[in-house]
């Protein structure tokens, strides 16, 4: 039997976990089995006994789970869901050869090493980022310290990709009009869905760069992540269609600018690699000592909204109430938690990991580490002022009202 392990790579097209199963299928004759194993990186709790995963972010993966189910189903296949490790299933099931996405982050790769003695054959695939190790310039080990000449460095690659024809149609709706920032729904015909209205709205990719440091609703920018971080929407896919947009503006910084924001995701991605556990403790991979301690008290009432400045406490309110959160808002719920009221870094990352629909743990503790001046970035200390802030991105305190108490 042929398994392919179910991960961060919840899509059929571009998927080539999926290539690989239907193909050894074909060549063996034997069935292929797909399962995801709710394991203790969605089921424990964290630092500080914060839950991985919080009930809204459990709701979505097991609503995007279904998704996935329906459209498996479509080929004759089940999708199995099971509690406990990628191992125990191995240890049950018995496949002859066993495929799965790599990961970034370290516990997911020690998930990975686990298995690699218990099947004879396994085929890992690299599908969550735009490159591979070995596609990085210079390799892995010359990856820059800090982001800009990444970017230049990608950027001289021009990088394309021939990418296969969609195997889930795009057959949903998909919302423009509503108030919250993401009335979106899990799963690959959605996500496929979205990347289409948004690429063919005037008001959407082709203002990217002026409107994404918006606050509310749809459009302010692109609303991927949720699904990349499910693997719904494959990155290398985003790219191409950033291009060909592009393209047929004939050039357009607005959205050449969504292609420089997947390079900051591609960034974090192999930065978590190379990393390690590292990304994880206090001092981060920099080895900085930020002064930072705990105040339950405080930390709770950053939690509830209930600070002393409205503007973080609306942020603070969406994301407890939607699990999103735009970038902007983020960087300075961030900075509050850890300039304004102390404390560890690692806290506030723990809680954004339970809520936040698009947790990614690259993305998500390499933002945080970035903030808490442990990270990637020169500068020792990266402080939002969040009155002036608020002042300069919510003058007319629709953020606030709309979030208010
Ligand atoms: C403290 C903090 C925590 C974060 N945690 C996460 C997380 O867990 N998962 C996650 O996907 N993003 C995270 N981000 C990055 C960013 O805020 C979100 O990716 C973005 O707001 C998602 O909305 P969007 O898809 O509309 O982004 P857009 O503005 O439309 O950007 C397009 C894509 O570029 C990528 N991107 C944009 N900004 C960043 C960034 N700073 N870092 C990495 N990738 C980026 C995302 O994949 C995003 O979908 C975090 C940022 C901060 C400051």
Redesign the pocket.
């Known amino acids: 039997m042929i398994a392919w392990w179910l991960r961060h790579d919840r899509r059929l097209s571009d998927n080539s976990c999926w290539e690989f199963a239907l193909k050894e299928a074909a060549k063996t004759g034997e069935e292929v089995r797909v399962f995801f194993a709710w394991n203790r990186l969605h089921l424990d709790a964290g630092i500080g006994g914060i839950p991985r995963m919080s009930a809204r972010r459990i709701d979505w993966t097991k609503k995007d789970l279904k998704m996935m189910r329906t459209e498996l189903q479509k080929h004759g296949i089940n999708l199995e869901e099971t509690e406990g490790s990628a191992l125990d299933w191995l240890r049950t099931h018995r496949p002859s050869t066993l495929t799965y996405s790599f990961a970034v982050a370290h516990e997911e790769r020690q998930d990975e090493a686990q298995l690699l003695p218990l099947v004879k054959r396994i085929q890992g695939f690299w599908t969550h980022s735009i490159l591979e190790p070995d596609s990085i310039p210079g390799g892995l080990n010359q990856l820059p310290e800090v982001f800009t000449p990444f970017r230049h460095k990608i950027e001289r690659e021009n990088l394309r990709f021939e990418l296969p024809p969609l195997l889930v149609k795009p057959n949903v709706e998909s919302p423009t009009s509503s108030s919250l920032a993401f009335p979106f729904e899990p799963g690959e015909a959605s996500a496929l869905a979205r990347l289409i209205a948004y690429m063919g709205n005037p008001e959407g990719a082709a203002e ?1 760069k002026t409107r ?1 440091n918006g606050l509310l609703g749809t459009e302010y ?5 949720p699904w ?2 499910s693997g719904a929407l494959s ?1 290398r896919r985003i790219w191409q269609a950033c291009l060909s947009l592009e393209e047929s503006l004939g050039g357009s910084p607005e959205v050449e600018w ?1 292609r420089v ?2 390079l ?2 591609e960034y ?1 991605q192999w930065v978590a690699y190379r990393a390690g556990s590292r990304l994880f403790i206090k001092k981060g991979f920099r080895e900085q000592s930020p002064r930072a301690g705990f105040n339950a008290r405080a930390f709770q009432r950053w939690v509830d909204g209930l600070t002393g400045d409205d503007f973080v406490n609306a942020g603070m309110r969406e994301l407890a109430e939607t699990g999103f ?3 902007r808002a ?2 300075n ?2 900075s509050y938690l850890i300039h304004d009221l102390g404390i560890d870094w690692r806290y ?2 723990a809680y ?2 339970a809520q ?1 629909l ?3 743990p690259a ?2 503790w ?3 580490a970035y ?1 808490a001046g442990v990270g990637n970035d020169p500068r020792p200390v990266r402080r939002f002022n969040t009155v002036k802030q608020a002042q300069d991105y919510d003058a007319n305190r629709a953020f606030r009202k709309a979030w208010q108490q």
């Open positions: 990217y994404r920018s692109t609303k991927f992540s990349l971080a990155p969504i924001e997947l900051w995701r974090f959160s735009s970038n983020r960087q719920l961030a506030g990352a954004f990991e936040l698009d947790y990614d993305s998500n390499a933002n945080w903030l």
